[in-house]
C-alpha cells in the first residue's frame, strides 16, 4: 500500500482550484498572529511566500545563506516568465499552457498542479506589474511577449535578458515592506543544517550562523523550504557557486520522500567549457533561440571559421529535424540533438564540442524592417546591418555583451558557439497538492519541490513556478493546516527534540573538521561531477549507472576518511559550509543514480540509451513508469520506493513530436 496521498480536490479540472479556495478551512486573523512560520530560502519562491504569508498576518521568520535576499539564484535568470495572457492573440489559453506543460514535462507530471500553475500565471503578471517591475512593452503600451521552446505561441513575458533580477527585486521589494513592518525577521547568512521534528510534525530546524559559526535553534508552527535546485551535484552547472540540495536532503533524512532525483535538465544555450579552471558554467539564454538559428557545418572536422562556410554547407539540423518547431523545440530535445552532432564529428570550436547560434539572419530581417518603418528604399547592406544590429541590441543587448566579455569574441559580427550544460532539477521534494511534504507541516515551493515540470521543464518556466507558488498557491494550502494548529503553543526550543537536534548537528561538523586528511573539498566534488555528467547526464546506460553507484560509494568512503577542511568550526569556514554540501551531494548522488537505473525507459530529460526510438527520440514505457518515482531514505544509503501513479483524464498521452 502506497504512503503517498496527493490529496488532490475531486471535481473537473477547470474547477478543482477555484472550489479549492472556496472550501479550505481558514484561519482567524486574531489567530494567525500567534502562528509562527519558518521559511528558509528568498529567492522568488521564498520571498514571496514570507511577503504574502506575512501580509496576512502570520509572524515570519525568513533564513538563507547569502547577505542578502538580491543574492538568491533566481536573480539569473534571464530569458522570461510565461503565462497565458494571450496578448498576441495567436490562440493562447489557460489550457494550452497547461498543455504544453504537460506535453513538455514528456506527460510525467501531475495533471491537477500543472493546471492550477496555468491558471494563476496571468495574476503574477499583474501583481509584477503592480510592484513596478519593467516588463518590455509594445509601442501601444502592451507588455511585450516572446517565444520559447515547446510552444507555438508567444507567452513569455521579460525584461530584456535580465527577467530573473526585476522580479526578485519586486519580491524583495514586497518581502523588506514586511521586514520594515515588523511582520518578518531576516536572518541573512544562515544555513539550514537540520529540520526539528517533534511528534511527527516539523516544528522548526537547527540553523548555522556562517558568520559565528554558533549554532540556533528556531521553531515554527510550519516550516517553508524554498531553498532551489540540486544542479551542482554535477559540480559544473549554471547554477550559483552556492546552491546546494542540504536542507532538502536533511529533510530527506527525517522522512521527507524525494521525488524523481534522476530529472536534471540540460541547457542547450550556454558557453561551452573552457578548460579545468572553471568551477562554473554560464548560461545564454533560451530567448536566443527565438532569432538565432542553430547549426554545425555539414563536413565533419571542418576548420574553417564560420564566416568562411557558405550557406549551403551548413546544417542547420533543428530546422532539419523538428520542422514545425524548428530551433524552439523543448530543451531535452535540442541537448540532445547537439550532443549528437558533436559526438559525430560535426563539433566546432577547438574543443568540437560546440555548436553555433548564429544571429546574421536575424540582424538583416530587423534591419529591413527599421528600412521600412523609416522609408528607406534602397539601404545599403551597411545600413541594415546597423539598424538590425541596433534591434538585437535592445532586445539582448545584455546577453551579447556578457558572452562578449567571456570569450573575447563579437557575437554581432561572429556566431556564438554554445554547447548544452546542467542548468534546472525538476525533481525535488515530493508534495501533495498543498504543497506539502509527506512530514506534516514541512512544505517545499519553487525548485526545491517536483510538481510541476515532469520529466523536462519548458523554458520560463521556473519564475512562473516560483511565483506562482508563493504568491497564490501557499497563502491558501498552508491555511488547511495551520487551522487546526491554533492551540499549538509556541513551543520552547529548549525541549529535548531541539537539543537533540543540535547535538546531531554539531556533532557532524565536529566529524567533518576532525578528518584532518590531504584532499580539499573541491577535489572530491570534481570527481563527483564527472561520474554524475558522464554517466547520469544527458545519456544513460544500465552498465554505466551500474558502475557509477559503486564508484559514488567508494568515493564516500574516501571522502570522510581524507577530506582536509581548514579553519575552526566556531568561526567564519567557507570550507566547512562547502564540506557539508558535497557530503550531502554524495549521497544525493548515489540516490540520483539508483532513481535512473529504476526507470527503464527514457522520458524528457532522462534519456536511457537501450530505450530510443528509430531516429534517435526518447522512448517512453507509459505502461510500467507513468508514475512519480518518491523515494524514502531508510539510512545508511537504504532507500525505498513509493510510487504515485500519475492518471491523465484531460489529455491524450502520446509520444512526443515536435516534427
Given at each position: 500500500m502506497t504512503k503517498l496521498d496527493a490529496k488532490i480536490p475531486e471535481g473537473s479540472l477547470a474547477e478543482k482550484w477555484t472550489k479549492y479556495q472556496s472550501s479550505v478551512p481558514l484561519v482567524n486573523p486574531a489567530n494567525k498572529r500567534?502562528?509562527?512560520?519558518?521559511?528558509?530560502?528568498?529567492?522568488?519562491a521564498g520571498a514571496s511566500a514570507a511577503a504574502s504569508l506575512a501580509e496576512l498576518g502570520y509572524k515570519v521568520k525568513v533564513f538563507c545563506f547569502q547577505d542578502s535576499p538580491r543574492r538568491a539564484h533566481s536573480?539569473?535568470?534571464?530569458?522570461?516568465?510565461?503565462?497565458?495572457?494571450?496578448?498576441?492573440?495567436?490562440?493562447?489559453?489557460?489550457?494550452?499552457?497547461?498543455?504544453?506543460?504537460?506535453?513538455?514535462?514528456?506527460?510525467?507530471?501531475?495533471?491537477?498542479?500543472?493546471?492550477?500553475?496555468?491558471?494563476?500565471?496571468?495574476?503574477?503578471?499583474?501583481?509584477?506589474?503592480?510592484?513596478?517591475?519593467?516588463?518590455?512593452?509594445?509601442?501601444?503600451?502592451?507588455?511585450?511577449?516572446?517565444?520559447?521552446?515547446?510552444?507555438?505561441?508567444?507567452?513569455t513575458f521579460y525584461a530584456a535578458g535580465q527577467t530573473g533580477q526585476q522580479l526578485l527585486l519586486g519580491a524583495y521589494s514586497a518581502l523588506q515592506r514586511q521586514v520594515g513592518m515588523g511582520n518578518v525577521k531576516m536572518y541573512t547568512r544562515h544555513e539550514m543544517l537540520d529540520v526539528v521534528t517533534i511528534d511527527g510534525k516539523a516544528r522548526g530546524i537547527i540553523a548555522r550562523d556562517s558568520v559565528t559559526g554558533a549554532l540556533e535553534r528556531h521553531f515554527g508552527h510550519a516550516v517553508l523550504l524554498c531553498t532551489g535546485g540540486y544542479g551542482n551535484v554535477f559540480y559544473l552547472s549554471t547554477n550559483a557557486m552556492g546552491s546546494n540540495v542540504t536542507a532538502a536532503w536533511k529533510a530527506n533524512k527525517k522522512g521527507a520522500f524525494f521525488a524523481n532525483p534522476c530529472y536534471t535538465q540540460i541547457h542547450p544555450t550556454c558557453i561551452p567549457v573552457s578548460g579545468d579552471h572553471q568551477s562554473k558554467l554560464t548560461l545564454m539564454s533560451e530567448s536566443l533561440r527565438n532569432d538565432g538559428r542553430i547549426w554545425v557545418p555539414k563536413k565533419e572536422n571542418d576548420n574553417r571559421k564560420a564566416n568562411e562556410i557558405p550557406e549551403d554547407e551548413r546544417d542547420y539540423y533543428l530546422e532539419r529535424r523538428y520542422p514545425a518547431f524548428g530551433n524552439l523545440v523543448p530543451r531535452d530535445i535540442a541537448s540532445r540533438a547537439a550532443k549528437e552532432r558533436c559526438d559525430a564529428g560535426f563539433g566546432v570550436g577547438a574543443s568540437k564540442m560546440a555548436v553555433y547560434l548564429d544571429y546574421a539572419a536575424a540582424i538583416i530581417r530587423y534591419g529591413k524592417g527599421e528600412a521600412n518603418k523609416n522609408n528607406m528604399h534602397n539601404p545599403s547592406d551597411e545600413e541594415i546591418q546597423a539598424m538590425g544590429k541596433a534591434v538585437v541590441k535592445e532586445k539582448y543587448g545584455n546577453l551579447f555583451d556578457m558572452y562578449k566579455q567571456i570569450t573575447g569574441e563579437d557575437p554581432y559580427e561572429v556566431p556564438m558557439r554554445i554547447y548544452p550544460a546542467v542548468h534546472y532539477t525538476m525533481g525535488g521534494l515530493w508534495v501533495d497538492y498543498n504543497l506539502m511534504t509527506t512530514i506534516p507541516g514541512l512544505y517545499a515551493l519553487g525548485e526545491a519541490n517536483f510538481s510541476d515540470h515532469g520529466a523536462n521543464r519548458l523554458g520560463a518556466s521556473a519564475l512562473m513556478q516560483g511565483l506562482a507558488d508563493g504568491y497564490?498557491?501557499?497563502?491558501?494550502?498552508?491555511?488547511?493546516?495551520?487551522?487546526?494548529?491554533?492551540?499549538?503553543?509556541?513551543?520552547?526550543?529548549?525541549?529535548?527534540?531541539?537539543?537533540?537536534?543540535?547535538?546531531?548537528?554539531?556533532?557532524?561538523?565536529?566529524?567533518?573538521?576532525?578528518?584532518?586528511?590531504?584532499?580539499?573539498?573541491?577535489?572530491?566534488?570534481?570527481?563527483?561531477?564527472?561520474?554524475?555528467?558522464?554517466?547520469?547526464?544527458?545519456?544513460?546506460?544500465?552498465?554505466?549507472?551500474?558502475?557509477?553507484?559503486?564508484?559514488?560509494?567508494?568515493?564516500?568512503?574516501?571522502?570522510?576518511s581524507d577530506v582536509k577542511i581548514p579553519g575552526e568550526i566556531d568561526n567564519l569556514n567557507p570550507e566547512l559550509e562547502k564540506a557539508g554540501r558535497v557530503a550531502d551531494f554524495l549521497e544525493l548522488g548515489e540516490l540520483m543514480c539508483i532513481d535512473a537505473l529504476d526507470r527503464n525507459e527514457s522520458c524528457g530529460g532522462h534519456f536511457r540509451t537501450e530505450y530510443q526510438t528509430e531516429d534517435g527520440e526518447a522512448l517512453r514505457d507509459d505502461e510500467n513508469y507513468a508514475y512519480v518515482a518518491a523515494w524514502e531514505n531508510k539510512g545508511d544509503g537504504k532507500f525505498e520506493l513509493h510510487k504515485e501513479e500519475l492518471k491523465y483524464e484531460n489529455i491524450k498521452i502520446a509520444q512526443r513530436s515536435y516534427k
Open positions: 500567534s502562528l509562527e512560520i519558518v521559511i528558509v530560502g528568498s529567492g522568488l536573480i539569473a535568470a534571464q530569458g522570461g516568465i510565461n503565462a497565458a495572457k494571450n496578448y498576441q492573440n495567436d490562440g493562447d489559453s489557460v489550457f494550452r499552457l497547461f498543455y504544453d506543460t504537460i506535453k513538455g514535462g514528456d506527460y510525467r507530471a501531475r495533471e491537477a498542479n500543472v493546471h492550477r500553475l496555468a491558471e494563476v500565471s496571468g495574476n503574477i503578471i499583474d501583481q509584477c506589474v503592480a510592484q513596478g517591475v519593467p516588463f518590455a512593452r509594445e509601442y501601444g503600451g502592451l507588455l511585450s511577449n516572446r517565444s520559447f521552446g515547446g510552444t507555438q505561441v508567444q507567452r497564490f498557491v501557499i497563502p491558501y494550502t498552508i491555511g488547511n493546516y495551520l487551522a487546526s494548529e491554533i492551540r499549538t503553543p509556541s513551543m520552547s526550543t529548549d525541549s529535548e527534540d531541539f537539543v537533540a537536534a543540535e547535538k546531531a548537528v554539531r556533532d557532524r561538523l565536529e566529524t567533518l573538521m576532525n578528518i584532518k586528511g590531504s584532499k580539499p573539498v573541491d577535489y572530491f566534488h570534481k570527481r563527483l561531477g564527472k561520474i554524475m555528467w558522464d554517466e547520469c547526464g544527458m545519456a544513460r546506460s544500465a552498465e554505466g549507472l551500474k558502475a557509477s553507484i559503486k564508484e559514488i560509494q567508494a568515493l564516500q568512503k574516501e571522502f570522510w
